[in-house]
């Protein structure tokens, strides 16, 4: 599916973010853990978390949507083998967080996912999860990962080789739901959603932060029964928008709802340094996690360098960054970020693509990019393609707004695993995409 998307001068109005995709996720797997019935509110209805539903319900959960709300119920049998392959569909999320859970429950099953997920590293989940116990093969660290038997031992202890918070809450879903404890030393601090949930749950969860990261220790927990969830808005989402906003001539929206999570509010932190005009307004906590509303407009962006130690906390975010900083003024230098290699696409390579179309100078590194932004309306001399990836694919249709003649992004149909309201919800600010 390709869509393009036209030059607009203002990006005006009020949105509702939509719900976070990790916490829904999560959610529903801790949510199936407790056992009880829980209505869980503000669950973003997209393909990724509909996929590890799909999961859930063939290892035994109940989990059903009504309209938008999703009802975990008590489930009348316990957790099973599945008959067939488990499909995780393209959530990377998905299938390394079954993987643990599948793992702990000690259950056998095979997990697969669609071409980009294939091509994916798993061994970064198994190779742990071996040491713990378990017998688990994989097609040379590719999936399809056929989880075989083998138990998860007590008090493992592990320090994270990559940033990573699907290895981090794999390993953790994988103690929890086996009755153990571990102890994970993570030095670069990657996103907490899991362990703020369990500690939402009652479960006990111990968190010392140090100069060399986080040490964080589960001990072994019964947790309690809740009777609803509220998933705040996902902060990557709203990202879009935010930078729609800031680079479009004559912009004002009022973002509702967004997770503001520390670990995942680093291109905030970014862009506020790059000169931009945001406001937050009515923080507050929802079901352990921080949220409020963004007040953005249109700003006078300018380059900078990013520290190395946001890098994870702004991971997703990058190819977005990338779109912002080419309407900056000056030089934005982004490094340590080679994880972007293995994510949906190779995003090192899809975004330098699109900045080429756009004609945006830029230099691509071994782990980054260096991107030499200016404040002019570009001329774009050929489609971009997102590589069916869904950030790139958003990422591009923003910078839509500052070209001249309308930029086509080739295959964004993937925009259906995060964000599934994107084009209402752009066109309704005032952007102009159609297919
Ligand atoms: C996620 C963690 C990140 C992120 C992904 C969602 C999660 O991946 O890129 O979109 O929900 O834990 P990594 O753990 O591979 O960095």
Do not use: W
Not at 81 to 99: K, V
Not at 273 to 280: D, G, L, Q, S
Not at 301 to 309: P, W
Not at 364 to 390: C, T, W
Request: glycine letters at 8%.
């Amino acid at each position: 599916m390709n869509l393009t998307s036209n030059p607009v001068q203002e990006i005006f109005g009020d949105v509702k973010c939509p719900g976070d995709k990790s916490i829904s996720q999560r959610i529903l797997i801790i949510g199936s853990l407790l056992n009880c019935d829980i209505n869980v509110s503000g669950f973003l209805n997209a393909k990724d978390p509909l996929s590890t539903m799909a999961a859930l319900n063939q290892i035994g959960a109940s989990i059903n949507k009504d309209g938008d709300l999703v009802k975990i119920k008590k489930r009348s049998r316990p957790f099973n083998s599945p008959e067939s392959s488990i499909y995780l569909g393209n959530s990377g999320t998905g299938i390394r967080l079954m993987t643990g859970l599948i793992s702990g429950l000690n259950l056998k099953a095979t997990l697969i996912g669609d071409e980009s997920l294939s091509q994916r590293p798993m061994s970064r989940v198994v190779n742990p999860l071996v040491k713990m116990g378990k017998k688990i093969s994989t097609n040379d660290g590719k999936t399809p990962i056929k989880i075989k038997g083998g138990s998860i031992n007590d008090n493992f202890e592990y320090q994270m080789p990559i940033a990573s918070a699907q290895v981090k809450s794999s390993l953790i879903l994988a103690s929890l739901s086996s009755g153990n404890s571990i102890h994970i030393e993570e030095p670069k601090v990657t996103r907490d959603h899991t362990e703020k949930m369990i500690e939402y749950c009652g479960g006990k969860i111990d968190v010392q932060n140090s100069s060399e990261g986080k040490i964080i220790t589960l001990n072994k927990s019964n947790l309690a029964e809740i009777s609803s969830y509220e998933v705040v808005g996902d902060f990557s989402s709203a990202a879009f928008i935010i930078v729609a906003a800031l680079i479009s001539k004559k912009s004002k929206v009022l973002i509702k709802n967004v997770g503001l999570n520390a670990t995942r509010k680093g291109l905030l932190e970014v862009l506020l340094k790059m000169n931009a005009n945001i406001k937050i307004v009515n923080r507050r906590k929802t079901c352990n996690e921080t949220c409020g509303d963004l007040i953005v407009e249109s700003s006078a962006l300018e380059g900078i360098e990013v520290s190395d130690s946001i890098i994870p906390n702004i991971i997703d975010e990058i190819p977005i960054l990338s779109v912002a900083a080419s309407f900056a003024e000056g030089e934005t230098v982004i490094k340590n970020a080679s994880e972007l290699k293995v994510k949906e696409s190779d995003r090192l390579k899809a975004t330098s693509d699109g900045l080429e179309a756009m004609k945006i100078k830029h230099d691509i590194l071994d782990d980054g990019l260096i991107i030499y932004g200016q404040n002019n309306d570009v001329p774009v001399s050929k489609e971009i393609d997102s590589f069916g990836d869904h950030r790139i694919a958003m990422s591009f249709l923003v910078a839509g707004t500052r070209s001249k003649e309308g930029i086509i992004v080739k295959n964004c149909k993937n925009i259906e695993t995060s964000f599934p309201d994107f084009l209402n919800t752009m066109n309704a600010l005032g952007m102009k995409i159609h297919g």
